[in-house]
């Protein structure tokens, strides 16, 4: 069956789902995106990703042209008609058509299109074994340039940093900020657990608060697990216990070690283990039904 993508209120085939190149998303990563999850027919934190969405909108004035309730009714539509049981969903909002020049005021209408497929962004033998990761060359956008709690187009930082990975050989690279402090990894938030404790980077260093991120510090509370956002030099996570990252595409992932050196006993830890175990029974349960 061909993949079906909703794009302006209508629904195309992939090969059809086209944008202008006139269209200011394309032109200057202006717009802004969101990537969730469905589960055995569920889709699961849509609420706070849409809520996001909207949040990241308003923070670069760009009008969604649709109410929150719709957007979520096509979403499941979406779902619906290109029948996934278990899916990735990408919904993106461009500042639209314009002219060759910035002012966003020159566009009339913004681009609203949703994507639903299969994403298998890790092996499933790395969620038991654990993987590699490196430090970026690349620094993180200072807070003050680009707010990383706006979830926008405009990528290049975050590509630029898994290209130093890739050359690295490694699957995911720690990003640091201007001071050196650990921000976000490339597409993930990160996690250290020190003395049954875990730790993670505030947003205000350029880290994006993330909703898997938010949902795994509820999980660890509930086990009676403390949570702080703390600065951390990358330094510190070769005195954790564990370390992992936190994504709606990655959703919990261990990482054993860092420039070939080992974190903890360079094996996935247990913190991580049982908090996998609480995700996994979360994602079986909770979610809009389609």
């Known amino acids: 069956m061909e993949l079906k993508i909703y794009i302006d209120g209508e629904f195309v085939e992939k090969k059809d789902a086209k944008v202008s190149v006139f269209d200011h998303g394309l032109l200057y990563g202006d717009g802004v995106f969101e990537g969730i999850r469905s ?115 405009n990528y290049l930082n975050n ?36 003395d049954n404790r875990l730790y993670t980077p505030p947003s205000e260093i350029g880290a994006l608060e993330g909703v898997t991120q938010d949902l795994v510090i509820g999980l660890a509370r509930k086990r009676g697990i403390e949570t702080e956002y703390k600065k951390m030099y990358p330094e510190e996570l070769f005195e954790a216990d564990e370390c992992f990252l936190t994504g709606t595409a990655a959703e919990i992932i261990p990482v054993i070690k860092m420039d070939d050196k080992p974190i903890g006993t360079g094996k996935p830890g247990p913190i991580y283990k049982q908090l996998l175990a609480d995700f996994r029974k979360v994602t079986e349960t909770e979610g809009v039904e389609y």
Request: glycine share 6%.
């Open 39 to 153: 589960y055995n027919r569920k889709v699961f934190r849509l609420e706070e990703h849409i809520n996001r969405l909207y949040e990241s909108a308003d923070a670069i004035r760009l009008e969604i042209p649709i109410t929150k309730w719709d957007f979520e009714e096509k979403i499941v539509e979406t779902l619906k008609m290109n029948e996934l049981d278990n899916a990735y969903i990408r919904v993106v909002v461009t500042r639209g058509i314009g002219d060759l020049g910035l002012d966003p005021r020159k566009c009339e209408k913004p681009t609203v299109f949703i994507i639903t497929d299969k994403i298998d962004l890790y092996p499933p033998e790395l969620y038991k074994s654990g993987l590699p990761i490196t430090i970026a060359k690349t620094r993180r956008n200072h807070p003050i340039t680009v707010d990383p709690r706006i979830k926008s187009l």
């Open 159 to 194: 590509i630029l940093g898994r290209i130093d990975a890739i050359d690295a050989g490694t699957p995911e690279a720690v990003m640091l900020d201007l001071d050196g402090y650990i921000a976000e990894c490339t597409g993930d938030n990160i996690f250290l657990v020190k």
